[in-house]
């Protein structure tokens, strides 16, 4: 940290501590750890849709990003050339949470898009070249008084894929599979968490042109909160102050939960570790599991080995990729068309209908109110299961025509463990002991 941000900090601490503890930031800080409210992205979208409208919503929102997260596992840093562009393809409409950060002094409240495939934290910026629309205030770094760019020679610019130093400016260029782009400086400032703690000084991308975005009706979002294992991620630049772990709880149904930084209590909780698999590439910063198998009800699928393996990091072929901003899970084709057999198979003893529905989905029934005898599943990784009751199993439409369907997407190349499997379980993303922890639980919502 440079002399001048250190003669910031204590005085910014104090002179911000009053106008943050009376803005609307949905964060608390409890035994040391920062916790911060995971909002819907869904939250800020019309009201006025059926239940076959939303599930329909949803599973294209998982489609777009699966085909981001495909993008970024092709993606090989080597072959760049300093002058390139980075071609990220997220869709800007593919992510499921955000939080609001404070940045700055004085302070400006800025809602980010939290997603564990991305590498930079980034926001808007003033002036603008090109801005889209955006309900709060536009972070304007000439009026913060902690706001510095990053020098070229600094670590940062110098060993980062995402930038490249212009003039003697630290700059990045990232493009987007739908065709928007974003642009600027990297930057420091002042990153605020909670009311009564310390800031941290964090890099981030300080975005002035930026094109093709649609952050949804309401023009709520400002920028990305990267939560990768790249190095320029949150949990990467306050790894030591945390112990390297963030955490989540997801309520279901997929409504506002918490996201947490640090030691969380897990005292009596049966909690199991499955060890991440990083890719032997650079530029991969996905958090990567070994899934081994996968069982419905009692019926194990004895996949061969491997099944869900990556097979060409290259290509980015295969893998199983854990994901909190995907919806629903999608699996490699070849086993998913095995898993939906076996449910098929499972459900014709009970002579259910089958039907077409708007969902997306392949595998739907009508409901049969007599019908309660719905299969779990359960994922199977090294050294740990995952089982999934079926109400994280399935979708149930309950207005108009009754059906449910079993909530589980294919894909061409990758396995996406999506957050509707996630909820009601803490899961732990310990990066500093190269492992994922959960345990199932009921989850609150932010106090």
């Known amino acids: ?256 939960s918490t996201l947490t930084f640090g030691d969380v209590d897990t005292s009596g909780l049966p909690i199991q570790s499955t060890p991440f698999v990083t890719p032997h590439a650079p530029g991969y910063s996905n958090y990567y599991l070994n899934l081994i198998d996968v069982s419905i009800g009692t019926h194990r699928m004895m996949f061969p080995p491997n099944t869900f393996a990556i097979r060409d990091v290259d290509r980015g072929l295969g893998g199983c990729i854990m994901d909190s901003g995907s919806t629903f899970t999608s699996m490699e084709r070849t086993p998913y068309r095995q898993v939906l057999e076996q449910f098929m198979a499972y459900f014709e003893r009970f002579h259910l209908i089958r039907v077409q529905t708007a969902t997306g989905f392949e595998l739907c029934y009508r409901q049969d109110p007599n019908f309660t005898d719905y299969p779990s599943m359960t994922l199977h990784f090294q050294g740990a299961d995952w089982p999934l009751p079926k109400e994280y199993v399935y979708i149930f439409n309950t207005a108009g025509e009754k059906y449910f369907c079993v909530a589980l997407l294919p894909d061409d190349r990758l396995t996406i463990i999506g957050a509707y499997h996630q909820q009601n379980v803490l899961v732990i993303y310990d990066v500093g002991n190269n492992r994922l922890q959960f345990a199932p639980v009921v989850c609150k919502g932010p106090k």
Request: hydrophobic residues 35%; aromatic residues 10%.
């Open 1 to 256: 940290m440079s002399q001048i941000h250190q003669s910031f900090l204590v005085l910014t601490f104090f002179c911000c501590l009053a106008l943050l503890s009376q803005s609307h930031f949905t964060a608390s800080k409890s035994d040391g750890l920062i916790r911060l409210q995971l909002i819907p992205i869904d939250s800020l979208e019309p009201k006025n849709r059926n239940e076959s409208q939303k599930f329909h919503g949803l599973v294209e929102k998982s489609k777009r990003r699966a085909s981001y997260l495909k993008s970024i596992s092709t993606f090989n840093s080597s072959v760049l050339n300093p002058s390139d562009t980075i071609p990220i393809t997220m869709n800007t409409q593919s992510s499921l949470y955000f939080v609001n950060i404070g940045i700055g002094r004085p302070i400006t409240q800025e809602p980010l898009l939290v997603d564990t495939a991305s590498d930079l934290i980034w926001t808007q910026c003033q002036p603008c070249i090109n801005c889209f629309p955006q309900t709060f205030p536009i972070y304007d770094p000439r009026q913060s008084a902690t706001y510095g760019r990053l020098p070229c020679n600094d670590p940062s610019c110098e060993n980062n894929r995402e930038f490249r130093c212009v003039n003697d400016v630290c700059v990045y260029d990232e493009r987007y599979a739908n065709g928007a782009s974003t642009k600027g400086i990297a930057s420091e400032d002042l990153f605020f968490f909670f009311p009564d703690s310390i800031p941290e000084f964090l890099v981030f991308g300080c975005s002035d042109d930026n094109q093709g975005f649609h952050f949804g009706q309401n023009n709520r979002i400002s920028g990305i909160l990267g939560l990768s294992m790249s190095p320029l991620s949150l949990i990467s630049q306050i790894g030591d102050d945390i112990n390297h772990k963030f955490s989540y709880c997801l309520v279901y149904p997929l409504a506002s």
